[in-house]
């Protein structure tokens, strides 16, 4: 079956990085765009952006511009997400998603990856 | 970007009531050119990632139940749950995905 499985979670503080990884099994890591995701503690659902496994195409949201960066690596079937210069409103948990076709419904999600920035 | 819009954001609900939730959109996701309709329902329940429920407006995912539907075109959506289950009790988002993705705010199912 279709499985996403992320790292585990981060604490960083302010102004760091974190990068955070999404290892696909269970279908053609290459035929399915992958999303990301991110969710604050008690809100609701915010779209990052998406990649295309194949091409390493990437399409970011607005809001994230100049401080994300989604990369993979084919031969491991894994998406990485990488977001800098962070500040304690990144404090959240980051999904990756399987999306079918690019960029429309979500097939299936990762567990979810905590990532909390506080000094 | 698209501003989807539910509506309640909470609602009281008894077991076995009929519950519909509105999603409204800032402008159409309707595409003209295969006339489907890019939105998509999600029910979360805590700890959990979101499910997918409904997709292209009306077409239930694989496996969800029939009591389950969804309705609209253009910029209002209606998610329904014909008689209301105690497992589903959670948070429903709508998603657009006809320029980049967006979700709704949410609306949560509280038991009355």
């Known amino acids: 079956q279709v499985q996403l499985v992320q790292s585990g979670a981060e604490v960083k503080r302010p102004g760091a990085s974190v990068k955070v990884s999404c290892k696909a099994s269970g279908y053609s890591f290459t035929s399915f765009a992958i999303n990301w995701v991110r969710q604050a503690a008690g809100q609701g659902l915010e779209w990052m952006g998406w990649?295309?496994?194949?091409?390493?195409?990437?399409g970011y949201a607005q809001k994230f511009q100049g401080r994300i960066t989604m990369t993979r690596n084919t031969s491991t079937s894994t998406a990485f997400m990488e977001l800098v210069s962070l500040k304690s409103e990144d404090t959240a948990l980051y999904y990756c998603?399987?999306?079918?076709?690019?960029?429309?419904?979500?097939?299936?999600w990762g567990q979810g990856t905590l990532v909390t920035v506080s000094s | 970007d698209i501003v989807l819009t539910q509506s309640p954001d909470s609602l009281p609900v008894s077991l076995g009531e009929r519950v519909t939730i509105s999603c409204k959109s800032s402008?159409?996701?309707?595409?003209?050119?295969?006339?489907?309709?890019?939105l998509a329902w999600y029910q979360q329940k805590p700890g959990q990632p979101p499910r997918l429920l409904i997709y292209r407006a009306s077409t239930r995912e694989s496996g969800v139940p029939d009591r389950f539907s969804g309705s609209g075109s253009g910029t209002d959506f209606t998610l329904t749950i014909s008689s209301l289950k105690a497992e589903d009790v959670a948070v429903y988002y709508c998603?657009?995905?006809?320029?980049?993705?967006?979700f709704g705010q949410g609306t949560r199912l509280e038991i009355e």
């Open positions: 998603a399987r999306v079918y076709h690019g960029g429309s419904w979500v097939l299936d």
């Open positions: 998603q657009q995905y006809y320029s980049t993705i967006t």
């Open positions: 990649m295309n496994p194949n091409t390493g195409d990437t």
């Open positions: 402008r159409s996701v309707l595409s003209t050119s295969n006339n489907r309709n890019y």
